[in-house]
């Protein structure tokens, strides 16, 4: 069964400063994953996604993630945090390439990212 | 740029009745999901959608739950008597074909649902 754990259920940082958020995933086969971003009242935006290419995988806003498979972790990054990434995060894994696949997304439980003036 | 819309934004109910969550998937997606998210918890699938028919669904889709397209353009969640436990975010989902199935899935601004 596939699952991810997001480590953090809140992070708080001031703005231009790094963020990290931090993800582990369990797959029995290759995975494909994803973090997507809910702002206050706004629906699921997708910012970014690993599907077996490159590991290190650039999203919107200037995000980007790294897929470690050794480590099992899919963790996102930002250099430098602006206001308006203030919002819920959401690790997500699927099996898009599987045989067996339907599209079925399995979430996290979130994290709650403050940026503080 | 192509969205998932959904309506209403916002449905007040009774315990007991019927509601209908609408979706209008994106054009020439083929998938479609419906996904939940009950207050402070996490964000659970309930069903996925394709060809016309159901091709997986949770626990959680028990016989209360049904799925419609019933034309070219919507997509349906029918909850035939609602509890207070069905009060939740219901979040609507859809997908390209690629060649080895589904793409990633866009999702609309969800219906919040309040039964009282």
């Known amino acids: 069964a596939q699952s991810v754990t997001q480590l953090d259920s809140h992070v708080s940082v001031s703005e231009g400063t790094p963020v990290l958020l931090r993800c582990n995933y369990s797959?029995?086969?290759?995975?494909?994953l994803f973090w997507y971003v809910q702002h206050p009242n706004k629906g699921l935006q997708l910012l970014l996604k690993?599907?077996?290419?490159?590991?290190l995988v650039k999203g919107i806003n200037g995000f980007e993630a790294e897929f470690k498979k050794s480590e099992t972790s899919f963790h996102l990054t930002k250099p430098s945090a602006h206001m308006s990434d203030a919002a819920e995060y959401f690790c997500v894994v699927s099996d898009l390439y599987s045989s067996s696949n339907t599209g079925k997304l399995i979430f996290g439980q979130g994290t709650t990212l403050q940026v503080k003036p | 740029e192509p969205e998932v819309t959904q309506t209403p934004s916002h449905q007040v109910t009774q315990m007991g009745q019927e509601v209908i969550l609408r979706c209008v998937p994106i054009s020439n997606h083929l998938y479609f999901y419906w996904y939940r998210q009950i207050l402070g918890q996490k964000v659970e699938f309930l069903v996925s959608f394709y060809n016309n028919e159901i091709s997986e669904k949770s626990e959680i889709f028990d016989d209360q739950f049904s799925v419609e397209r019933p034309d070219g353009s919507n997509f349906t969640l029918k909850i035939r008597s609602t509890k207070l436990e069905d009060s939740a975010m219901y979040f609507c989902?859809?997908?390209?074909?690629?060649?080895?199935?589904?793409?990633?899935?866009?999702f609309g601004q969800g219906t919040r649902l309040t039964v009282v």
């Open positions: 690993y599907t077996s290419a490159a590991t």
């Open positions: 989902a859809s997908s390209e074909a690629r060649w080895a199935g589904p793409a990633e899935a866009f």
């Open positions: 797959s029995s086969y290759s995975p494909s």
